[in-house]
């Protein structure tokens, strides 16, 4: 199926560093979603984005919606330790279905 | 709880055989999704549920799969003769109402099937 071209892949970080990670795609999307997994769970919504060019904040995570609709970026500021997980980014919306389509995700690692 | 919850949390059984796996959504979630993850990926979507019905069974992978839900509640996604290639974690998620593109969707945790 397809997916969204997520980067990087994965991340080697000290605590306190901030982060960035992005999101591509051929296609257009209504809503660009960002989760982290962690091990043995499923995922958890961070941040949810439904307007092109739109920037929007959860404490240290903040998002933004491309303004051509094909691509998104999440930045973790001031990284601590249990930011690790693998962040998936998911866009919907695309050609009116609700289905999610994922990224392969960037696998975070924080080191104290 | 007030999550969605999944059954088993693992399974592990041999190529050929049938294996059901069962997905509870929140109380009240009228959409149901099932997506596959396979290591070190990201989800693919198999179907999703509006109620009962299923308008979108395009991410479903061969006619091997099949999935049912009863009641607006309970959903059973169905593997027969099972292949190797079918090991994944199998992950459920509701959502509360389908009405556009801005309904969240909550996961559960996975099902991990290990076809031997």
């Known amino acids: 199926g397809q997916q969204l071209n997520q980067s990087p892949q994965s991340m080697f970080i000290q605590e306190g560093e901030d982060v960035s990670m992005n999101c591509t795609s051929s296609s257009i999307f209504n809503t660009w979603l960002w989760y982290k997994q962690d091990p043995g769970e499923g995922p958890v919504l961070l941040i949810a984005?439904?307007?092109?060019?739109e920037l929007t904040s959860n404490g240290r995570l903040t998002a933004q919606f491309g303004i051509t609709r094909k691509d998104s970026f999440l930045n973790i500021s001031a990284s601590i330790p249990s930011d690790v997980g693998i962040y998936f980014c998911a866009g919907q919306g695309q050609g009116g279905s609700e289905k999610l389509v994922f990224g392969k995700g960037t696998k975070l690692t924080v080191n104290p | 709880g007030a999550g969605v919850s999944q059954s088993p949390s693992n399974k592990v059984t041999e190529k050929g055989k049938d294996v059901e796996l069962r997905c509870d959504p929140i109380s009240g979630h009228t959409a149901l999704y099932w997506y596959r993850q396979r290591l070190g990926q990201g989800l693919e979507f198999l179907i999703y549920?509006?109620?009962?019905?299923?308008?979108?069974k395009s991410g479903l992978p061969s006619d091997r799969f099949s999935a049912e839900r009863t009641g607006e509640s309970v959903s059973t996604l169905t593997i027969q003769r099972t292949q190797q290639e079918d090991s994944a974690v199998y992950l459920c998620?509701?959502?509360?109402?389908?009405?556009?593109?801005?309904?969240?969707?909550?996961f559960g945790p996975g099902t991990r099937l290990t076809v031997l």
């Open positions: 984005l439904y307007k092109a060019g």
């Open positions: 998620a509701s959502s509360l109402i389908w009405s556009g593109p801005t309904d969240t969707q909550y």
């Open positions: 549920f509006q109620g009962n019905s299923a308008p979108d």
